[in-house]
């Protein structure tokens, strides 16, 4: 009798620890804040690495869930790996007492959250410190998968600089590569992070290439690593010469030491780093009688010379009109008809100087307004904004844009856009057009459509509510460029993103 009330005790006792269990979990999963019913820890146990173009259902209902699934992708960023025993015994337990139990985590618990914090953008910013702590985790993958989400933070992401700084020193070259790409789009609030990637120059060969990257991203503020760079572009790699030529560009008249080296490489013919070259002189120059000769004689090189003709132009508009007056293609005939034929594209990357120098170089141009009722969607959009260019009418254009806004092509959807932006900036007419693309499932659109927006600065305020949604948008590309539009547009809206209900 006694041995029977023992294991009628022991059952009893069970029974009730796994009623209690259920409870708690019951309660805790009414206590989580939920999307479509499901609490966020049934999500994010669902959770999935995806590539940018792949729909991810369980990232999105993350994102709709918003600030409030922070603590729970933070605690599984700061988790610790199960034992193995643990690990062990929870395989062998029938599905029902899995149910009851916490589920093993570790390394891959970590990495998604690292991950899924970087997707969330501003939404995230709180998770700051939690990042900056995973950049000493004990997984290399974790930590530059950390390193990658930290600038996409936001406002608090320039807190980030030093712990990036640190991080250039860890023995795995990926997590160098990830903080130098990180410190690359904090871009100008990268400043103090100059001489630590001026000495990643003297690194391998990615890492020397993706550091002059970052040093041109950061811009004026890059001065100082200029005997870096030249170094750097002696050492006869092209893929880091062409890094260091670029960033020479983005220093722009700071960088007048280049000159002489830009000026060599124009002189050979042939060089396979005359655009980059051609690139950098116009911006460093600034209108010096030698560089704009350089050009000029590199100008046999035909296959740079759309790049060289355009490097004129933007060097000196009045001298350039004497050696090619004319822009389209670069002097190469696109058709001889004109206005084209509806197969025909007859914009070329001129059409970009245009857009750059507007009415400077409005004579080197053929006249676009014949192609304002062209049969093609694309040329009308394209040639809209060349007119205005040219003209800086906006009333002779705007229908054009308008009336493309929706179309179905998602290029010319996106041109649209941009261009209402370019001839209307700031005005109620482009705002609403713009904001009615920021549902678009195209992340060439809608994300488009952010990027022109913070353009507009503080004029874009009437759009903070839609590109404030945007930043649960499914594609990553739209919700990256709302982040920055909002920071650009609305600073305090921005900082509110990342703010939990109370």
């Known amino acids: 009798m006694q041995n029977v009330l023992n294991r009628f005790g022991i059952r009893a006792f069970f029974i009730g620890l796994s009623l209690v269990?259920?409870?708690?979990?019951?309660?805790?999963?009414?206590?989580?804040?939920?999307?479509?019913?499901?609490?966020?820890?049934?999500?994010?146990?669902?959770?999935?690495?995806?590539?940018?173009?792949?729909?991810?259902?369980?990232?999105?209902?993350?994102?709709?869930?918003?600030?409030?699934?922070?603590?729970?992708?933070?605690?599984?960023?700061?988790?610790?790996?199960?034992?193995?025993?643990?690990?062990?015994?929870?395989?062998?337990?029938?599905?029902?007492?899995?149910?009851?139990?916490?589920k093993p985590r570790g390394l891959k618990d970590r990495w998604l959250a690292a991950w899924a914090l970087g997707e969330f953008g501003l939404m995230a910013q709180s998770a700051m410190p939690d990042l900056i702590h995973a950049l000493n985790d004990p997984s290399s993958g974790v930590q530059r998968q950390a390193a990658e989400a930290i600038p996409l933070l936001g406002p608090t992401r320039t807190n980030?600089?030093?712990?990036?700084?640190?991080?250039?020193?860890?023995?795995?070259?990926?997590?160098?590569?990830?903080?130098?790409?990180?410190?690359?789009?904090?871009?100008p609030d990268a400043a103090p992070a100059v001489p630590a990637l001026a000495a990643q120059l003297h690194a391998t060969n990615v890492l020397a290439r993706e550091a002059a990257g970052a040093l041109g991203q950061i811009g004026t503020n890059s001065a100082s690593a200029m005997p870096?760079?030249?170094?750097?572009?002696?050492?006869?790699?092209?893929?880091?010469?062409?890094?260091?030529?670029?960033a020479i560009g983005r220093i722009g008249p700071r960088a007048k030491q280049a000159l002489p080296a830009l000026r060599k490489i124009l002189a050979e013919s042939n060089?396979?780093?005359?655009?980059?070259?051609?690139?950098?002189?116009?911006?460093?120059?600034?209108?010096?009688?030698?560089?704009?000769?350089?050009?000029?004689?590199?100008?046999?090189?035909?296959?740079?010379?759309?790049?060289?003709?355009?490097?004129?132009?933007?060097?000196?508009?009045?001298?350039?009109?004497g050696v090619a007056p004319k822009l389209i293609n670069s002097l190469v005939p696109v058709n001889s008809a004109w206005p084209p034929e509806p197969t025909t594209q007859p914009f070329g990357s001129d059409w970009f100087l245009l857009a750059e120098l507007g009415s400077s170089v409005?004579?080197?141009?053929?006249?676009?307004?014949?192609?304002?009722?062209?049969?093609?969607?694309?040329?009308?959009?394209?040639?809209?904004?060349?007119?205005?260019?040219?003209?800086?009418?906006a009333d002779k254009v705007r229908s054009v844009l308008l009336a493309e806004i929706n179309h179905t092509n998602v290029t010319v959807r996106r041109w649209?856009?941009?261009?209402?932006?370019?001839?209307?900036?700031?005005?109620?007419?482009?705002?609403?057009?713009?904001?009615?693309?920021?549902?678009?499932?195209?992340?060439?659109?809608?994300?488009?459509?952010?990027?022109?927006?913070?353009l507009f600065g503080k004029k874009a305020k009437p759009a903070v509510p839609a590109i404030t949604r945007a930043l649960r948008h499914e594609n990553p590309f739209t919700r990256r460029m709302a982040g920055d539009a909002l920071m650009k547009i609305d600073p305090v809206a921005a900082v509110n993103a990342g703010k939990r209900k109370l």
Not at 228 to 246: M, Y
Request: one cysteine or more; aromatic letters at 8%; charged letters at 20%.
């Open 21 to 102: 269990l259920l409870l708690f979990t019951i309660f805790l999963a009414r206590a989580e804040p939920t999307y479509q019913s499901k609490p966020v820890s049934v999500w994010l146990d669902k959770l999935e690495f995806t590539n940018i173009d792949q729909p991810n259902p369980e990232l999105y209902a993350l994102l709709q869930i918003g600030p409030e699934a922070l603590p729970y992708l933070t605690r599984r960023l700061r988790c610790r790996d199960s034992s193995k025993y643990y690990v062990t015994l929870y395989s062998k337990l029938p599905m029902p007492a899995q149910r009851l139990l916490p």
């Open 160 to 187: 980030s600089v030093a712990a990036l700084i640190r991080a250039l020193s860890n023995p795995d070259n990926e997590v160098q590569l990830n903080a130098i790409r990180a410190l690359a789009w904090l871009g």
């Open 228 to 246: 870096a760079l030249l170094e750097a572009f002696d050492r006869g790699d092209a893929e880091i010469s062409a890094s260091v030529i670029q």
């Open 271 to 321: 060089h396979q780093l005359h655009s980059a070259a051609a690139y950098a002189l116009a911006r460093v120059s600034a209108g010096e009688v030698e560089a704009f000769q350089a050009l000029q004689e590199a100008l046999a090189d035909s296959q740079c010379r759309q790049e060289i003709v355009s490097a004129l132009w933007r060097l000196d508009p009045k001298r350039a009109r």
């Open 362 to 393: 409005r004579d080197a141009f053929p006249d676009f307004s014949p192609l304002l009722t062209h049969t093609n969607a694309f040329i009308r959009v394209f040639a809209a904004v060349a007119v205005w260019q040219a003209e800086q009418d």
């Open 416 to 454: 649209a856009g941009w261009g209402l932006g370019k001839i209307d900036p700031g005005s109620p007419a482009a705002i609403a057009a713009l904001v009615s693309l920021l549902d678009d499932k195209e992340g060439n659109v809608s994300g488009s459509a952010c990027s022109v927006l913070s």
